[in-house]
């Protein structure tokens, strides 16, 4: 912002130059020019898997590939499809979330829905929430950076919070990514699937969550991994919304999401004088194994040290790190007070490294009683009834826009 130099941190406090004109600061926080560090602690976590599970055998049944190969190339044995809509996965991830937190829905001041898979984008997925949990009036935006979004909204969610603009934040991560699935597609069906997890940040004097990132984006690549068909520019083209062309350069994406990720933990590690023996846990974007193993040799952190589920889910997309990093704290990976770091890459092509600091508390202060329906179809029989209504609408009702919704 012109006029405003970036506070300098002097021993846990900041001292700010001549203010010209406002930033976003708090009144409290400006008195003086000297503020508190606030950062952003992680209060509470919670995930929702759909529970239909789609194996490689599955897959093998309807597209030439095979178990073997999927698992040798990308570590992944099956994941899950949805019988659900996108917000009531996130809705059931943020109930759990904010339970793990002691949290009521109205207490939240902001929410971050991090998504590429919206069901609606006008209104967003972040008003849907806020209207779930009775959180009026909470701040409520999208963010989408495909695979990085729930990471690039840690970073947003944070900074509100450290500028005192929000006390709270909910910060979802969640795809739907089966509908929007090419099927006939084995270069990309059984990278892929659906999941939904959020965290709660509270401002905090202690040193705790968001300590250091760094975002980028390799913005000159973009088109080495498109969804064709999800976005305006189909519209009033004749392109039935759903019917997607994934345009997908595999191994270019796997050297630069090494790249990319291995140089962002580099980056924030140093941002922090730290190295990488100083981290606890890494806990990854997981598109592929092979790529999880690359970054954390680049990173210099052995394997044992790496928080991996890719073989039970796939690649969520921006849900992926969400969840990995839920799991990671309820199997007693996350140690109180532990320094985990999380790289991420997406679509975009984004790429991120978060270092955070985890509190003292590693169990939930309270369980939500929040469910998804119950489901009695199996992961097969969703997707087939999904390209039946996207390939053949036999829906009478179906040529009439908006019918049947
Ligand atoms: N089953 C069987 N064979 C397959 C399959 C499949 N599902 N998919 C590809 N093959 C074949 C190919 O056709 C090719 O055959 P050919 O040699 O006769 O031409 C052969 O397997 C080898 O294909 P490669 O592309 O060389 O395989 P590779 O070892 O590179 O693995 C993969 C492919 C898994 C896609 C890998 O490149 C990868 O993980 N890339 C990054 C994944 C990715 O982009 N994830 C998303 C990241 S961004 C985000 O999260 C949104």
């Known amino acids: ?14 001292r700010h130059a001549p203010i010209v004109s406002l930033p976003c600061y708090s009144y409290d926080a400006l008195i003086e020019g000297v503020i508190a560090v606030t950062h952003a602690a992680i209060t509470g976590w919670g995930k929702c ?8 055998h599955d897959l093998s049944t309807i597209l030439d590939t095979s178990d073997e190969w999927i698992l040798s190339r990308t570590g992944i044995s099956e994941r899950r499809i949805s019988h659900v809509p996108l917000e009531e996965l996130a809705y059931v991830a943020a109930a759990r979330a904010l339970a793990a937190a002691g949290r009521q829905g109205r207490d939240i001041e902001l929410i971050v829905f991090g998504t590429c898979s919206h069901e609606d984008q006008v209104p967003n997925m972040a008003s849907g929430i806020q ?23 840690l970073s947003a969610a944070t900074a509100l919070i450290r500028t005192g603009v929000v006390s709270n934040a909910l910060v979802i991560g969640a795809e739907l990514i089966s509908p929007f699935m090419d099927w006939a597609n084995r270069d990309v069906a059984v990278l892929f699937g659906d999941g939904a997890a959020a965290v709660v940040l509270e401002a905090s004097e202690a040193e705790e969550g968001v300590l250091a990132e760094k975002l980028g984006c390799f913005g000159e690549a973009r088109d080495i991994l498109r969804v064709d068909g999800m976005g305006g520019r189909y519209a009033n083209h004749g392109v039935l919304y759903g019917v997607v062309r994934w345009q997908f350069e595999g191994q270019e994406i796997f050297k630069r999401a090494v790249a990319g990720m291995s140089g962002a933990c580099e980056e924030s590690l140093a941002r922090l004088r730290l190295k990488p023996e100083d981290v606890d846990l890494v806990v990854p974007h997981q598109a592929n194994l092979r790529i999880i193993e690359a970054v954390a040799r680049r990173a210099q952190v052995p394997m044992e040290k790496v928080f991996v589920n890719i073989r039970r889910y796939g690649n969520m997309s921006a849900a992926t790190v969400a969840v990995a990093l839920c799991e990671a704290v309820e199997e007693a990976r996350v140690r109180p007070g532990a320094l985990l770091l999380m790289p991420g890459f997406g679509g975009g092509l984004s790429y991120s490294a978060h270092l955070v600091r985890w509190g003292q508390r590693t169990q939930p ?25 996207k390939l053949s609408p036999a829906d009478p009702h179906a040529a009439e826009p908006f019918a049947g919704l």
Do not use: H
């Not at 898997?49 to 490689?56: E, R």
């Not at 202060?365 to 209504?389: F, G, H, T, Y």
């Open 1 to 14: 912002m012109p006029g405003v130099r970036a506070p300098a941190r002097i021993g846990g406090w900041v």
């Open 49 to 56: 898997l759909p529970p239909a599970v789609l194996t490689n």
């Open 365 to 389: 202060l309270q369980v939500s009683a929040v469910e998804l329906p119950p489901n009695e179809r199996s992961a097969l029989e969703l997707i087939k009834d999904c390209l039946r209504r």
């Open 131 to 153: 209207a779930r949990i009775g959180a009026q009036p909470a701040a409520a935006f999208d963010i989408n950076t495909a695979c990085t979004s729930f990471l690039y909204g």
